[in-house]
């Protein structure tokens, strides 16, 4: 069994930069890929990031590419969200997730991770 902790979320200006972290425990994290999502009040929860364990490959949606940054230390079993040039759009409850049987079809799709984080809230004021 995994448990995944996030932390970091916070109320921030527009332009503000947030570093979420994601703390795993109960298993190694050797195999899994995490992601991040959010959900905005009224929507369905969206792929924002992921990261394959070895830190061989990251993707991230059109939306917030070039200002967040999905990066991981194994040796922590952390996963973390830089969050720069924060806009009212990322408003959201950010939630960390890991695959156990990681392909890269998977990243994008909630279905298919196994274990979740409680969630932590970002709110952006303009």
């Known amino acids: 069994q995994v448990q995944l902790v996030e932390s970091g979320g916070g109320l921030v200006h527009s332009g503000d930069s947030l570093r979420l972290s994601c703390v795993g425990s109960g298993r190694t994290f050797s195999y899994y890929a995490m992601g991040w999502f959010r959900q905005a009040p009224g929507k369905e929860r969206e792929f924002v990031a992921a990261?394959?364990?070895?830190?061989?490959?990251?993707s991230y949606a059109d939306s917030v590419q070039d200002r967040f940054t999905i990066s991981g230390d194994n040796a922590k079993n952390t996963v973390y969200l830089q969050m720069n040039s924060l806009k009212p759009e990322d408003t959201a409850v950010y939630y960390c997730?890991?695959?156990?049987?990681?392909?890269?079809?998977?990243?994008?799709?909630?279905?298919?991770?196994?274990?979740w984080g409680q969630g932590t809230q970002v709110t952006v004021s303009s």
């Open positions: 997730a890991a695959i156990r049987y990681y392909d890269s079809y998977k990243e994008r799709d909630t279905r298919f991770y196994d274990y």
């Open positions: 990261i394959t364990w070895n830190g061989g490959r990251t």
